[in-house]
């Protein structure tokens, strides 16, 4: 078989959702697979993207000859593109891709220096400054794969359209959290944004939209609590939705998770291949890590992890705890316990704060948004749905 598997499902996933390409193309080039001929198919479906070109097996193989390449079976392409090889994995295979390409320069680096020290006409300084040089090349282009700045005028002939997945209010790979008060209701609404969204339904307007393919990590509560909570919501969702959340939304619940630990966070990534959605519900935030997030260097590991799936073209909504003390207003301080780190960290940052009505509360921004959304500014209980956004 030629290439490494890694280098093969690569093809695959950009042959397959030739999307995905945007996603690793700073990530690896084609000069990082093993395979020269594999090399020069990864670089020349790029320049198909950008010239607008179709992208697909028959078009890429008719371009082999353009491209130079000789001794590569035709239905090589129809090998890659196969039914196990899962498209939004496509960062991880590029990141294999280039960590193979990392370990081949530095063996090959090592070798030479070996070479050079066992051949006594070799001047030893000389070998280790060649090394030094070589080692520091391989360094600046293995930081983030090859970082690449674009003209300003590049950058402005790019689409100004938002990839929505909820109508102005939730962006593929925005990251919101949301916090409250012990029986604040955050979870209750987190819920009500799942279930509504699996069936098509806008969460907060309650306007049809294009069903949202939802998988909720919950790490705090159990799949009887779901049962108990969501029964109702989801045969309702269900009538007038557009889809039957009971069927499209998947949940794993009850299982305290460490994200930071590479098993655990495999198995999300896995889930995520798995059901693919455009939004991923997981937490809370202090149920995700086998600590308390006192400070930055707590926070920093949950962030790289929460991230690495957000970077998988998914938006995370998240629920997390509020502080103790009180703001200079004499009111709860609404933003997570924690660091500055995780209170800067996401798009939006949003509190339930209870009023004197019981059923009643405001929803206040703990950050200023990233950008501008129809988030509700008050909500009560109640309604045709657990929480109603008020006229006002």
Known sequence: MIGSQAERNLLGAVLLDSRQHRFVRELVSGGDFEDPNMGAVFQGIGEMIDLGQTVDQVTVMNQWPAWGIRGLDSSAVFDWAVAEVYTNAAPEYAHSVRDASVRRSVRM?????MTGVTDYGSAPLDVATSAHSSLDLLRAGAVSGGLAAKPLSE????????DWIIPG?????????????EGAGKTTLMRQMAVLSAAGIH???????????VLVVDA???ERQWRRAVRWTSARAAEIGAVDPRHSLHITAGKRI????????GEIHRLVDLHKPDVLFIGPLYKLVPKAITNDDDAAPLLVALDSLRERGLALIMEAHAGKANGSDGERNLAPRGSAALMGWPEFGLGLRHTEDPNLVDVIRWRGDRDERDWPTRMYKGGDWPWTPTRD
């Open 155 to 162: 950058i402005l002939d790019g689409d100004d359209a938002y």
């Open 109 to 113: 680096i090592a070798g030479q220096m």
């Open 220 to 222: 705090e509560n159990t």
């Open 169 to 181: 209010l939730i962006e593929r790979q925005d990251r919101a959290v949301f916090t409250g008060g």
């Open 258 to 265: 460490d994200v930071t630990r590479g098993s655990h966070l």
């Open 203 to 213: 969460p907060f307007t309650f306007q049809p939209i294009k069903p949202v393919n």
